[in-house]
């Protein structure tokens, strides 16, 4: 791009007027789930029997049987077609970032020559994508060629412009998972087991424990001609070169502040495209970076939040583009001001009512609460190296452990309260006997909890895992990355725990300790075995990295080391005995994600070598010699004494450009080296371990280059837009 196309841009994206949203009339109570077949349509377009059989299956996994599919399948037809959709398509979540789809008619031969409109419940249960430009981390060529998806009635199908769009699971013909979907189920399974037979000592009457899930979705919005003269930004999502703006986020002037009207406009469009979606849009704000704003959902059930928030990031994309923006989702568009996260909020709740991670009124309740906490934490100090594999990417690895997010450490945090009764209890030992509930039991040591446990000061900003007063906020997660991938992780890690602690409990009341003692006495033991993983203290510091090592915890840096934790033989064991990943689809998934790891830097490498040979350094070259023109027409008119002098500090500048261009020039030509070098190795391991060990570093420590080269050279002639233009919306 020429200067003064760069000058243009910029004017035209600071004069853009918001869009006008249609100012509706309507209350979201009145549009929300307009565009979903939920319960309330079903019971409309459904013939009772079959409604009260969708429930069934949806409640208590029940078997779907063609004849009810085929009915299902004739009413959604109807509603769909009332709203316009003339096209199906099965919505999938394959291993790469993102949904697939693949649209089908509603089209058939009438037999008379016509056409007519078809959708049959086989349509609706299973599709047969072509599946082999979706990665499989070799499960295809080991197994079986094709993969199929299948629908998962759990999550309500809805409709899109022209299309009804169906949830799937996607998987291999020999029942390999080739998405996130298919394991995500068999791990709210296997804690739902779990966690029901735990309650169950507690709470008689539970059947079943659901797994809630509340994101907050991060991300920048910028200005969509400015976006487009970011070859960097277009490609990677990320700016690969660019110097701090002098003013950015250290006024903290943006987070909370009001929102720019054109901000405004575009979320006001979006909640009320996401509310008709059936996402319980909640709260809107500004982050803390510049043009950064979060938005949240009110929870859901954990299968269901997580397909909201891959149709909340496709919807946001769309809405960003009608608005004139693009919405940035990846974890660190621009160096030097915060990246964005999605923390993940998650808990367990019984189909009681009673949310296991909050205390209660009773004794019996906060044994309870102890008893879940714990296991929790039992998870977490197990796998907290898987933990960090299920959250790390090329991506957010630039933005763990700097400084402003979850440090590259998992530990949790409790709270002073929590902290406090549970080291109580860790030093106490004597339990008296007491009739609770009618039962023979014991009088539990434990102090009275209040039942609002935290207020908003006591949240220590920097651990990757705290608890939130009824919840555990999991907060290293990526604003672009599918929560699945840590909601499998956790929740098959909490399952294990829980199976545990219910066998070795088990074991103290088949030797006659008396049931709520027994109890006790195991959540007592883990107290201790997982005392490393509890941290109250500041992440960031770097004591803290010594001290985490010194306790055993993982600390790997490195985003494809840690990624290595997919196959540790404690994982591979884990997922097998909850039957929620095989070995060979573990493999598959450690397979897929270090060659995605690998791809996104050597794409990274490219843009940012095109960029510094074809706009930096010829910019820098052009500049450097007008500055030598000017040299030697200032000994054209002054004394060779003065004009030295007069010229002085352009020499400096003159040398600095040779400096830095020179440094540019040869570095970009060992990047192409290192790729080389690394694209020759076989192994994906190898390979994104050079990645990251070689080509990595040599890009961040060019770029510190060109960043200088944006400060001295004359800005009329930089060719791509500056932080200060594209992180300020007007
Ligand atoms: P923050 O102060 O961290 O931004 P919010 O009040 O905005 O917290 O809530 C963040 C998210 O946590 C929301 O999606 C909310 O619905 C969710 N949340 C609240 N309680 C629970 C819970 N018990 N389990 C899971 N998610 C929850
Ligand atoms: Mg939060």
Not at 22 to 34: G, I, L, M, N, Y
Not at 88 to 95: D, E, I
Not at 152 to 164: N, R
Request: hydrophobic content about 40%; overall charge negative; aromatic content about 8%.
């Amino acid at each position: 791009m020429s200067s003064s196309l760069r000058f243009h841009v910029v004017g035209e994206a600071f004069k853009k007027k918001p869009v006008e949203v249609p100012d509706s009339k309507e209350r979201p109570s009145e549009f929300f789930a307009k565009y979903v077949f939920n319960r309330q349509k079903m019971r409309k377009y459904l013939p009772a029997p079959v409604f009260s059989k969708m429930c069934d299956v949806i409640d208590n996994n029940s078997r779907l049987d063609l004849p009810t599919a085929n009915a299902v399948a004739e009413g959604m037809k109807k509603w769909a077609m009332e709203l316009g959709a003339t096209h199906c398509t099965h919505w999938f979540q394959p291993l790469t970032e993102g949904t697939a789809e693949k649209h089908d008619g509603f089209v058939e031969h009438d037999g008379k020559e016509g056409m007519m409109e078809e959708f049959t419940g086989k349509e609706l249960i299973q599709q047969e994508p072509d599946a082999s430009s979706f990665p499989s981390g070799g499960i295809r060529s080991t197994f079986e060629a094709r993969g199929y998806s299948a629908w998962d009635p759990a999550s309500p199908v809805f409709v899109i412009g022209d299309t009804l769009m169906i949830p799937t699971v996607f998987i291999s013909y020999t029942g390999e998972a080739l998405d996130y979907k298919a394991p995500l189920k068999k791990a709210l399974h296997a804690v739902d087991k779990a966690a029901t037979e735990v309650a169950r000592y507690f709470y008689p009457d539970v059947n079943k424990v659901i797994c809630n899930l509340g994101w907050e979705q991060e991300y920048f919005l910028v200005d969509e001609g400015l976006y487009a003269a970011r070859p960097d930004l277009l490609m990677t999502g990320r700016t690969l070169m660019g110097h701090d703006s002098a003013k950015n986020q250290q006024m903290d002037d943006h987070y909370f502040g009001s929102i720019p009207e054109r901000v405004a406009a575009f979320m006001k469009d979006l909640e009320i495209k996401a509310l008709e979606l059936g996402i319980p849009c909640k709260t809107r704000h500004n982050e803390v970076a510049p043009n950064q704003f979060e938005l949240a959902p009110i929870f859901e059930e954990t299968n269901l939040a997580v397909d909201h928030n891959m149709l909340l990031m496709s919807l946001m994309r769309k809405v960003a583009r009608h608005h004139g923006f693009r919405c940035l989702l990846h974890e660190k568009p621009f160096a030097g001001i915060n990246g964005s996260g999605k923390h993940n909020n998650w808990s367990l709740a019984t189909d009681t009512g009673i949310l296991l991670h909050a205390p209660g009124k009773t004794e019996l309740d906060n044994l309870r609460f102890l008893t879940f906490i714990v296991e929790t934490l039992m998870a977490v100090h197990r796998h907290n190296g898987l933990l960090k594999a299920s959250i790390i990417s090329a991506t957010n690895a630039h933005r763990l452990g700097a400084h402003e997010a979850p440090p590259a450490i998992i530990s949790a945090f409790l709270g002073k309260q929590l902290s406090d009764l549970l080291q109580r209890l860790e030093e106490t030992d004597e339990d008296e006997h007491l009739n609770l509930a009618g039962k023979q039991a014991v009088r539990l040591n434990i102090p009275q909890i209040p039942e609002l446990l935290l207020d908003n000061t006591d949240r220590n900003r920097t651990s990757p895992f705290a608890f939130t007063g009824n919840r555990f906020e999991f907060r290293a997660v990526g604003s672009q990355a599918n929560c699945a991938a840590a909601m499998i992780v956790l929740n098959t890690a909490v399952a294990e725990a829980l199976t545990d602690f219910k066998q070795r409990t088990d074991r103290l009341i088949a030797q006659g300790t008396p049931t709520l003692k027994a109890i006790l006495q195991t959540v007592r033991q883990d107290i201790k075995t997982c005392k490393p993983i509890h941290f109250e203290g500041n992440g960031y510091s770097d004591e803290w990295k010594q001290e985490a090592a010194h306790r055993g915890l993982d600390v790997e840096s490195s985003a494809p080391l840690m990624l290595l934790n997919y196959v540790k033989p404690e994982t591979i064991q884990m997922f097998g005995r909850m039957n929620v990943l095989s070995e060979a689809e573990l493999n598959a998934r450690l397979e897929i994600k270090l060659e995605t790891y690998t791809k996104k830097i050597q794409i990274e490498a490219r843009i940012f070598g095109d960029l510094c040979l074809n706009h930096i350094i010829p910019v820098a070259t052009r500049y450097q010699s007008q500055l030598i023109d000017n040299v030697h027409k200032m000994k054209e008119i002054f004394p060779a004494e003065t004009a030295e002098k007069l010229s002085a500090e352009n020499l400096q500048l003159i040398q600095q450009i040779s400096e830095h261009a020179s440094y540019i020039t040869e570095h970009v030509s060992q990047l192409v080296e290192a790729r080389k070098v690394a694209n020759r190795l076989t192994s994906e391991r190898e390979k994104a371990i050079a990645y990251h060990d070689t080509v990595a570093p040599l890009l961040e420590s060019t770029r510190r280059h060109v960043d200088q080269l944006e400060l001295i050279v004359d800005d009329e002639l930089w060719p791509l837009p500056k932080y200060r233009e594209l992180l300020f919306i007007r």
